[in-house]
T-cell receptor, first 119, second 114 residues
Framework: AQTVTQSQPEMSVQEAETVTLSCTYDTSESDYYLFWYKQPPSRQMILVIRQEAYKQQNATENRFSVNFQKAAKSFSLKISDSQLGDAAMYFCAYRTGLNYGGATNKLIFGTGTLLAVQP | KAGVTQTPRYLIKTRGQQVTLSCSPISGHRSVSWYQQTPGQGLQFLFEYFSETQRNKGNFPGRFSGRQFSNSRSEMNVSTLELGDSALYLC?????????????FGQGTRLTVV
């Protein structure tokens, strides 16, 4: 079974600085997807960034980028130029790829990292 | 384009009662998944429906059930409520399983069992 681990329950960053959130996962599959979701106090989960395992290039979305190390099964999120609005719970999530496990959109989540942004 | 709508937003129920939660996916999305979020267990997958069929189920007791209608709207039901069922229940909708599919979440239903 696949597992996702986030070892940092809480992190803090100064506004305009850079912070990196860690995520490791375990799987025997070679085709899968990894996601970072943000959950602000409103509780709505918002997709931040997505990475497809077969793509070697790290995904980037504006101030958000990932460091995807497939062999090490590591998927960290880097937030550059942190803003007050980035304060939220961040979840790393795994989804099986098209070649495994039949048709499913099931997500396996880590336990989350609560990010505080200091003004 | 309207997002995923979950109703009600908040519920308070008594132990032993049953409850039904509703989820309306984004128009055109046929896949609906449900998750339970608690401080102790985090986010756990409940079940997934696609075209009115349950195609995946998490490790929850039979008291948790769901269904999907022909318009893709989904409901989940919890019978004989226990205090431990207090949680935020999140619904997510997706297009058919495809390489670029992503899950869009609703704002959740906060269930409190007293």
């Amino acid at each position: 079974a696949q597992t996702v681990t986030q070892s940092q329950p809480e992190m803090s960053v100064q506004e305009a600085e850079t912070v990196t959130l860690s995520c490791t996962y375990d799987t025997s599959e070679s085709d899968y997807y990894l996601f970072w979701y943000k959950q602000p106090p409103s509780r709505q989960m918002i997709l931040v960034i997505r990475q497809e395992a077969y793509k070697q290039q790290n995904a980037t979305e504006n101030r958000f980028s990932v460091n995807f190390q497939k062999a090490a099964k590591s998927f960290s999120l880097k937030i550059s130029d942190s803003q007050l609005g980035d304060a939220a719970m961040y979840f790393c999530a795994y989804r099986t790829g098209l070649n495994y496990g039949g048709a499913t959109n099931k997500l396996i989540f880590g336990t989350g990292t609560l990010l505080a942004v200091q003004p | 384009k309207a997002g995923v709508t979950q109703t009600p937003r908040y519920l308070i129920k008594t132990r032993g009662q049953q409850v039904t939660l509703s989820c309306s996916p984004i128009s055109g999305h046929r896949s609906v998944s449900w998750y339970q979020q608690t401080p102790g267990q985090g986010l756990q997958f409940l079940f997934e429906y696609f075209s009115e069929t349950q195609r995946n189920k998490g490790n929850f007791p039979g008291r948790f059930s769901g269904r999907q209608f022909s318009n893709s709207r989904s409901e989940m039901n919890v019978s004989t409520l226990e205090l431990g069922d207090s949680a935020l229940y999140l619904c997510a909708s997706s297009l058919e399983r495809a390489r670029n599919t992503e899950a869009f979440f609703g704002q959740g239903t906060r269930l409190t069992v007293v």
